[in-house]
């Protein structure tokens, strides 16, 4: 397999543009998690999937942010519109074991 | 969940074994030891888990003392590759004998620099 796949790697925007990042997760895989790393406030989760549900969404950070699984193999976080603050790394894992989770490569997103 | 104390930063000579400690004295029974490292410009990857007994995989043994309130990674042969942050994290487990609900991802302290130095 693959292993998660996300896109783009890197993503330079400006303030108030709509961001769309892409994540494929390991097939069979029934979870799917996106997570957001920034120095200040390392690795936060911001949402998570099971069987294309959202389960838990306390994470994101306000209602600019948005995510989507329409099928197994495939999720959307959006966010729109965008800020500086909200330059960071995006990762999505996806696991079949709830804490045993693959991480994608991440999408740096810059926001200025 | 119980919480983890680690140290910020380490440092070990390639070829060694490098031992990484972890704190979790409030640990609950239900509760596992997940290790998880990043390296620079990665995503995290999965190590090695366990509840109660030692712990062993192709990249690292996990020892947990017997009154669970602290544990200690091994990579028996650390290469510069290892070098990365390695968090230690404590949950209740997510697998089938788990039937607690309102799961959740996973909460990331600030880890151990791990430099392996040549």
């Known amino acids: 397999d693959a292993g998660v796949i996300q896109s783009p790697r890197h993503e330079v925007t400006e303030m108030g543009q709509e961001v769309t990042l892409r994540c494929k997760p390991i097939s069979g895989h029934d979870y799917l998690f996106w997570y957001r790393q920034t120095m200040m406030r390392g690795l936060e989760l911001l949402i998570y999937f099971n069987n294309n549900v959202p389960i838990d969404d306390s994470g994101m950070p306000e209602d600019r942010f948005s995510a989507k699984m329409p099928n197994a193999s495939f999720s959307t976080l959006k966010i729109q519109p965008s800020e500086p603050r909200d330059s960071a790394v995006y990762f999505c894992?996806?696991?079949?074991?709830?804490?045993?989770?693959?991480f994608g490569p991440g999408t740096r997103l810059t926001v200025t | 969940d119980a919480k983890t104390t680690q140290p910020p930063s380490m440092d070990c000579a390639e070829g060694r074994a490098a031992n990484l400690p972890c704190n979790h004295s409030t640990i609950s029974g239900n509760e596992y030891v997940y290790w998880y490292r990043q390296i620079h410009s990665q995503g995290p990857q999965y190590i090695i888990h366990?509840?109660?007994n030692n712990e062993t995989n192709e990249m690292a043994s996990l020892i947990i003392t017997e009154d669970r309130k602290s544990s200690t990674l091994i990579l028996p042969h650390a290469t510069l590759r290892d070098t990365a942050v390695y968090y230690c994290i404590v949950r209740v487990a997510g697998w089938i004998e788990y039937s607690g609900g309102g799961a959740d991802g996973l909460t990331f302290g600030k880890g151990t620099h791990l430099i392996i130095q040549p």
């Open positions: 366990g509840l109660k």
């Open positions: 894992a996806s696991s079949l074991v709830r804490y045993e989770q693959y």
